[in-house]
């Protein structure tokens, strides 16, 4: 069963600072790692999705890498801004009938001015 | 194209009452999705729909629960004698075929209070 732990739970940094957010999952049998965002009420925005063949993808300040074969992932952000507080999720698509996708249950975002 | 939309946005409803929750996938997607974030829990995943089918419903939390889609388009969440602990976000998620590396896209969620 695939498990998806998200590292920390939570962050506050000042405005301009680069952060690291970490995701691991336990079954390397994916087809894609997706991150999304998530503001206090509302639905997911998706942010970049990684192929299982791919190493990053990129967009803008932020940038995802995967590891598959150690079942990790981190998205960078630079430059941090305030307008980027919100809940960080990861999402692993695993291979299979279903192809579900089984979430990480978040980094909380804090960026302060 | 519209992307995958869901109604109604808020639903307030009476404990026992039942309810029907909407979602219209992105037109073409085979594939479809349910999912459900409770307060302060995360996104667990509910039902998938490869056509008008299915194959699966041991994802639903309990009997009360259960779900149709017809045409290959759109579909209806529905919860019979609903509890305080239905009180959730109900996420919709299409893609185009349901194996294979395509990407979910994800509607805006039906925030579901039970008083």
């Known amino acids: 069963k695939q498990e998806v732990t998200q590292i920390p739970a939570a962050l506050s940094v000042p405005e301009g600072e680069n952060l690291v957010l970490n995701c691991s999952f336990t079954d390397s049998a994916i087809y894609n790692l997706q991150w999304f965002r998530q503001d206090p009420g509302k639905g997911l925005t998706s942010l970049l999705l990684i192929q299982s063949s791919q190493r990053e993808q990129t967009s803008g300040r932020l940038n995802a890498s995967l590891d598959k074969s150690s079942g990790r992932s981190t998205l960078y952000i630079a430059a941090s801004q305030p307008g980027d507080s919100a809940t960080y999720l990861c999402a692993v698509k695993s291979t299979g009938t279903a192809s579900k996708l089984t979430f990480g249950t978040g980094t909380r975002l804090q960026v302060t001015l | 194209g519209a992307g995958v939309s869901q109604s109604p946005s808020n639903k307030v409803t009476e404990k026992g009452k039942d309810v029907e929750l909407r979602c219209d996938p992105i037109s073409g997607h085979t594939a479809l999705y349910w999912y459900r974030q409770s307060l302060g829990q995360g996104l667990e995943f509910l039902i998938y729909f490869q056509g008008n089918s299915a194959p699966d419903k041991s994802g639903l939390p309990s009997d009360r629960f259960s779900a149709e889609r017809t045409g290959g388009s759109v579909s209806t969440l529905t919860i019979q004698r609903t509890q305080q602990e239905d009180s959730a976000v109900y996420l919709c998620?299409?893609?185009?075929?349901?194996?294979?590396?395509?990407?979910?896209?994800f509607g805006p969620g039906t925030r579901l209070t039970v008083t």
């Open positions: 998620a299409s893609s185009l075929m349901l194996a294979g590396p395509y990407e979910q896209y």
